[in-house]
T-cell receptor, first 115, second 113 residues
Framework: QQQVKQSPQSLIVQKGGISIINCAYE??????FPWYQQFPGKGPALLIA?????SEKKEGRFTISFNKSAKQFSLHIMDSQPGDSATYFC??????????????FGTGTRLQVTL | DTGVSQNPRHKITKRGQNVTFRCDPI?????LYWYRQTLGQGPEFLTY????????KSRLLSDRFSAERPKGSFSTLEIQRTEQGDSAMYLC???????????FGPGTRLTVT
């Protein structure tokens, strides 16, 4: 059972455009939602993360929008650049104390930013 | 470089052989995680240590897999009697205290022929 569903699977955006990647979850115990960026042959790198007590978080060109009632969150990349071309993963973590803080990942979105 | 390091970066082995990977977490990070990533998929949780204690193992971690973190610093992941289905990228991550942020290493790519 896929606990975090991510879409689209791939995305092509022109340079300067806005890239939008969406994720949805079912487990209401999730209370931490990070996004990771991964280049080929590299490990995932933490980009930005949000807790469900806020609806939006912005860091530079990256913004997370969070809709707790819909159990959805999204990553917006403003002014997309060719260097942003990578695979992006959403993830989620349960907030229970005393249990392992493992991440559950989405299936990834391959972003290509064209000139 | 003070990030998470993993060795080797690549490993090619024949089916049935045993392999061992090493992960060195960020200094002072007391939590260490192993994940497995197959082509085109997101990482999947395998196991997790807090200091030297292994606190959770995924059902993905069959009895052919064993992980240790003997002194609460580096960790090893051993796969016995490798199978072609074990071919994947094995990722290690670490985090500090109660912090949620997990920082990943570059991974070890295993190919079983």
């Amino acid at each position: 059972q896929q606990q975090v569903k991510q879409s689209p699977q791939s995305l092509i955006v022109q340079k300067g455009g806005i890239s939008i990647i969406n994720c949805a979850y079912e487990n209401t115990a999730f209370d931490y939602f990070p996004w990771y960026q991964q280049f080929p042959g590299k490990g995932p790198a933490l980009l930005i993360a949000i807790r469900p007590d806020v609806s939006e978080k912005k860091e530079g060109r990256f913004t997370i929008s969070f809709n707790k009632s819909a159990k959805q969150f999204s990553l917006h990349i403003m002014d997309s650049q060719p260097g942003d071309s990578a695979t992006y993963f959403c993830a989620a973590m349960e907030g229970k104390t005393g249990t392992a803080s493992k991440l559950t990942f989405g299936t990834g979105t391959r972003l290509q930013v064209t000139l | 470089d003070t990030g998470v390091s993993q060795n080797p970066r690549h490993k090619i082995t024949k089916r049935g052989q045993n392999v061992t990977f090493r992960c060195d977490p960020i200094s002072e990070h007391n939590r260490l995680y192993w994940y497995r990533q197959t082509l085109g998929q997101g990482p999947e949780f395998l196991t997790y240590f807090q200091n030297e204690a292994q606190l959770e193992k995924s059902r993905l971690l069959s009895d052919r897999f064993s992980a240790e973190r003997p002194k609460g610093s580096f960790s090893t992941l051993e796969i016995q009697r490798t199978e072609q289905g074990d071919s994947a990228m094995y990722l290690c991550a670490s985090s500090l205290g109660a912090g949620r942020e997990q920082y990943f290493g570059p991974g070890t790519r295993l190919t079983v022929t």
